[in-house]
């Protein structure tokens, strides 16, 4: 069965370490911060200025002056710090990031990703995304393997606007974990009750099975 939302970003808090700087992007994404794991040092950045953000807030709980880049509610933790958006992207780009969690429309096999624009649908901006793609020190992303229609996410090739190019080195989806190497997507984690065959059958590009391939545990 497929993974939810909750069980993407559970899945993705196990690849944080300590003493991580991780900037979380949009949608899915987010999810991660409330699932890092106890005692675990992680500071988590975020383009409009903020580091050192917490869980999301409890219904009731919400401070409607502390958002992040998408503007969503949040809380900060001992030692938070607030800036201006220009220290914030300097901070991108001179390399300060370890980790970003990205979601995206689309990703290719060779690792290009496109995820801030539908061509004809209207956007207020790519935000933090292409400088974020250009100088994190890695780059994951959180997304469904198929779209609304059931055609895969994976791809050949990106049809939409490129954000970054061969820059995402792992994709958690609903229905797996992958590598991206020299040949394509490596499947190295399949979900709990999602078979082998239905990833390969919902990869449209280029998939390997690692040999040690194993089931995705939280």
Known sequence: MALDKNQLAQR???????????????????????????GMEVVLQS?????????????????????NAG?????????????????????????KVDLTVLGAMEVAENGDIANWK???KMV????????LVASAKNIIVAMQHTDKAGNSKLLPACTLPITG??????IVSDLGVFN???NGFECIEYAPGVSIEEIKQKTAG?????????????
């Open 47 to 67: 383009e409009n200025g903020l580091l050192g953000m917490g869980p999301f807030p409890f219904e009731g709980e919400a401070d409607a002056d502390l958002i």
């Open 180 to 182: 991206i190497t020299e």
């Open 165 to 170: 190019l061969k820059c995402v080195k792992k």
């Open 118 to 120: 539908v061509p004809g």
């Open 124 to 131: 207020k901006g790519m935000g933090g995304a292409m400088d």
């Open 12 to 38: 993705i808090a196990k690849e944080l370490q300590d003493g991580f700087y991780v900037n979380l992007g949009i949608g899915i994404p987010t999810l991660v911060a409330n699932y890092i794991p106890e």
């Open 71 to 95: 503007k969503q509610t949040i809380t900060t933790v001992a030692g938070s710090a607030f800036f201006d958006s220009a220290v914030s992207f300097g901070m991108i780009r001179a390399g």
């Open 206 to 218: 280029k998939l390997t099975i690692a040999h040690d391939v194993k089931e995705m545990t939280f």
